[in-house]
């Protein structure tokens, strides 16, 4: 069959499969507590990991018709919510491509703090520098650069001896 990998994307709150408590996703990707599942109350998340699919299906629920598809837990194979696939109805649309995890079926449990501490903040990380592809090989680009600061010149070398100068891309 192969090896299983499970996911753990952190977080300080987390939720894990109430039946063997196998990582699914944390408190930040929650986008809504006020959905109902067969079971009772469920939660809205933006992605979940650590889960199997089942077939797609039409159901009509609560909201609408719709195209889901079960999620079950990767290790115990419990079913723990559905996926959103497509909604029929426009102003259903947010919850496409959404996971439902019933609370019933899973446990919230404290997570662990990042030590970088992105979590906390939500802070992007530092922007990179400009790149320019060339012939599929990426590169600094020099254009960023103004001509008195970079040294660039334009001339061609004083000898053969020399480093040709780099030219600025247009």
């Given at each position: 069959?192969?090896?299983?990998?499970?996911?753990?994307?952190?977080?300080?709150r987390?939720?894990v499969?109430r039946?063997?408590?196998?990582?699914?996703?944390n408190?930040?990707?929650?986008?809504?507590?006020?959905?109902?599942?067969?079971?009772?109350?469920?939660?809205?998340?933006?992605?979940?990991?650590?889960?199997?699919?089942?077939?797609a299906q039409?159901?009509?629920?609560m909201?609408?018709?719709?195209?889901?598809?079960d999620?079950?837990?990767?290790?115990?194979?419990?079913?723990?919510?559905?996926?959103?696939?497509?909604a029929?109805?426009?102003?259903?649309?947010?919850k496409?491509?959404r996971v439902?995890?019933?609370?019933?079926?899973i446990?919230?449990e404290?997570?662990?703090?990042?030590?970088?501490g992105?979590?906390?903040t939500?802070?992007?990380?530092p922007?990179?520098?400009?790149?320019e592809?060339?012939?599929g090989?990426?590169?600094?680009?020099?254009?960023?650069l103004?001509?008195?600061?970079s040294?660039?010149s334009?001339?061609?070398?004083?000898?053969?001896?020399?480093?040709p100068a780099i030219?600025?891309?247009?």
């Open positions: 069959m192969g090896r299983i990998f499970i996911e753990n994307h952190g977080g300080l987390i939720v499969c039946f063997c408590k196998t990582y699914l996703t408190r930040s990707e929650l986008i809504s507590s006020r959905f109902q599942g067969s079971s009772g109350r469920a939660m809205l998340f933006h992605r979940a990991w650590n889960l199997d699919y089942s077939e039409h159901r009509d629920m909201t609408g018709k719709h195209i889901v598809r999620v079950m837990c990767r290790i115990c194979h419990k079913k723990v919510g559905w996926m959103y696939e497509f029929m109805e426009e102003s259903q649309r947010y496409e491509a439902i995890l019933e609370k019933a079926l446990d919230e404290d997570g662990f703090p990042d030590p970088a992105a979590l906390e939500h802070e992007q990380p922007a990179s520098p400009k790149f592809t060339f012939g090989r990426r590169g600094i680009r020099l254009s960023t103004s001509r008195s600061d040294g660039i334009n001339r061609a070398p004083a000898s053969q001896d020399s480093v030219q600025e891309s247009p």
